[in-house]
């Protein structure tokens, strides 16, 4: 409540004179005079935030207060200075500098960002402290991009001491990338606009539609590919793909040193032909590592694949068979050991009988498509015990997955290939509504069958280790019906008829601030129960919360509980955590204030409840 409101239209500034803020017709916060911008950006203070701390090993508590300065230097720049001050480290200087680099492009594609704190004469440890982080994000054209970045801190302990942000990463990335993608990266529409008469008149579907492109890139209609090193557009054209990069990292907070991709140069190119594809892939990375007696060098591979979709396999007109045919050759240029070439080639062989028809899913018509699929996988044997692991992991002791059985990939990287002579049987099964194409069931069901009893390993001096002559069989049913989700993965062992994994979940999310999500997961050896929800109370008004529970050994790992109010003017919110940690249990309680035109805290306490209930996303600004 006010008790005069002066609008400034050349400004777009509203000034507020004797203004009470009211929480249930009780006043509970006074200013003389408040202002705020009603439309577009405005310099002025934001709202300054206050936390108390514990310095490590002391009982006593600390404060923090920073007082945030926001300053709308031109439509495509601004600058937020910061001063903060500890009271057991002394004070801190922050700002933050960005400026649009092309005003008609968004912030992924054309912008430059400078961050700095600095900590002079830390009153515990006697040094200055500080952390740099620049980067630069351009599109030098529709095809080309460039990204830069430099992200260092004065020590390993920054994040925790004085930063205080929450900030759990345990390696910065310093990093310049330049990407090539002919042709250009599908992009999202914008300002879609209806058809004239005229248009019309011309076409013969009515209704349609003619829209403009952003700048930003389709997430749906691309795909990764090369490893994770190259991004094409999914369509059915050919693609060429160019990647250069250099890396440096530094381990901050727990982390420990990784290999670095000092120089790495990336190439795919994909020819599309009548139902074949051909893919050529290229990469060469120079690896180092910060731990003296790591193996380093260069690691150069080339891949060569190409698929084809032979059509119906005669007598069975209703059949589909494909093959693919791989060949691909690495070359380890080592520092500290003898350089290793490997060799490696395969092919698959798929024929599947899709059945097509129509049925009514949940009293609607829907379209059925029911797919049973045989595979056989061949991929060639060899020792591979000499070669290094540098960015391979395995994922044999992770979920089992219908990607995953089908493909035959246990290990992600080029490090370590297995070998197969494998046949794997397969059977997908999706209802989809006709009407609301979201409303959806799948089945999904899959086993593999190896034809030999040694595969790859990658375990240090160990070429092969032994396994059964069958996988596990992977099953799931998935279903998305309006508001409601729903999910089971269930893996199963059939030599000792047990289920030794599972992944059930369920969602109902009408509204961000009304949802409840249960998931548990069973991995074999810890079964383990998340709960998140969020339910208005009122219209202003709603309550959130979420546990983590280890049902194995009852013990809590995680509860996140909290308030929210929400009016025109301003919002609050109060959350509660509890964290397991090794001397039991961590509690602390924040609370975050934001009001209309001048943002909000956005400290560590909006970072930690969207680290901890990732379905709740609101954010009061």
Not at 240 to 251: P, R
């Amino acid at each position: 409540k006010a008790k005069t409101l002066n609008f400034n239209l050349n400004t777009s500034r509203v000034i507020a004179d004797k203004a009470t803020f009211v929480f249930f017709d009780f006043p509970i916060f006074y200013l003389p005079k408040y202002s705020w911008i009603s439309k577009g950006r405005g310099s002025g203070f934001l709202t300054p935030s206050f936390n108390i701390y514990k310095e490590s090993g002391l009982e006593s508590s600390d404060w923090l207060i920073r007082a945030p300065y926001y300053i709308n230097i031109a439509p495509d720049k601004d600058l937020i200075i910061s001063p903060a001050y500890l009271s057991s480290r002394g004070a801190l200087y922050q700002g933050r500098y960005r400026q649009l680099i092309d005003p008609y492009k968004s912030e992924d594609h054309g912008l430059f960002e400078f961050e700095f704190k600095y900590l002079n004469d830390d009153y515990i440890t006697n040094l200055n402290r500080w952390l740099v982080d620049t980067s630069v994000e351009l599109d030098l054209s529709d095809k080309t991009h460039l990204s830069l970045r430099y992200n260092k801190v004065s020590d390993s302990e920054f994040f925790k001491e004085v930063a205080r942000d929450g900030n759990s990463d345990e390696r910065l990335n310093s990093h310049v990338k330049f990407t090539y993608n002919n042709p250009p990266l599908p992009l999202e529409l914008k300002n879609v606009e209806v058809l004239t008469k005229s248009d019309l008149e011309k076409l013969s579907d009515a209704g349609l539609t003619k829209a403009k492109l952003s700048d930003i890139v389709d997430e749906e209609k691309i795909e990764t590919v090369n490893y994770g090193r190259n991004i094409i557009g999914s369509g059915n054209t050919n693609q060429l793909s160019f990647a250069i990069s250099s890396e440096d990292e530094q381990v901050v907070n727990d982390g420990v040193p990784k290999y670095e991709k000092k120089l790495e140069t990336s190439i795919f190119s994909r020819s599309r032909g009548n139902n074949s594809k051909l893919d050529l892939s290229f990469i060469s990375t120079s690896f180092n590592h910060k731990t003296t007696g790591k193996d380093t060098g260069l690691r150069t591979y080339g891949e060569v694949n190409f698929n084809k979709l032979l059509g119906p396999l005669w007598p069975i007109d209703i059949s589909r068979l494909s093959t693919d045919t791989k060949l691909s050759l690495s070359h380890y240029a080592l520092d500290n050991s003898t350089n290793e070439t490997r060799v490696i080639g395969g092919f698959d062989i798929d024929l599947s009988f899709p059945f097509n028809s129509e049925k009514t899913l949940f009293g609607s018509e829907a379209n059925h498509q029911l797919i049973p699929k045989i595979s056989y996988d061949y991929t060639s044997k060899k020792k591979q015990a000499s070669i290094p692991i540098f960015d391979t992991s395995d994922g044999i002791d992770g979920y089992l997955d219908y990607d995953s059985l089908l493909s035959g990939e246990r290990y992600n990287g080029i490090d370590r290939f297995v070998n197969e002579n494998d046949i794997t049987l397969s059977l997908e099964s999706i209802y989809k509504d006709k009407l609301d194409k979201d409303n959806e069931l799948k089945f999904k069901l899959a086993q593999r069958y190896y034809g030999d009893a040694e595969v790859v390993s990658d375990t240090e001096n160990i070429d092969f280790e032994t396994r059964r002559k069958y996988s596990d069989i992977f099953a799931s049913a998935e279903l998305s019906v309006n508001d409601y989700k729903a999910y089971a993965k269930l893996q199963y062992d059939p030599k000792n008829f047990s289920l030794v994994k599972n992944r059930i979940g369920f969602n109902y999310k009408p509204h961000p601030r009304k949802f409840i999500s249960l998931i548990n997961n069973d991995d074999g050896s810890d079964r383990n129960l998340i709960i998140s929800g969020a339910y208005p109370i009122s219209n202003k008004i709603h309550i959130f919360g979420g546990i983590d529970k280890s049902l194995t050994s009852g013990k809590m790992n995680k509860e996140t509980f909290g308030i929210a109010y929400e009016s025109c003017c301003w919002s609050a919110r109060l959350a509660h955590f509890k964290t397991s940690d090794s001397g039991g249990y961590d509690y602390s309680t924040g609370f975050e204030l934001a009001f209309e035109g001048l943002g909000t805290t956005d400290s560590y306490i909006r970072n930690r409840i969207k680290k901890r209930l990732p379905e709740y996303k609101v954010n009061l600004d």
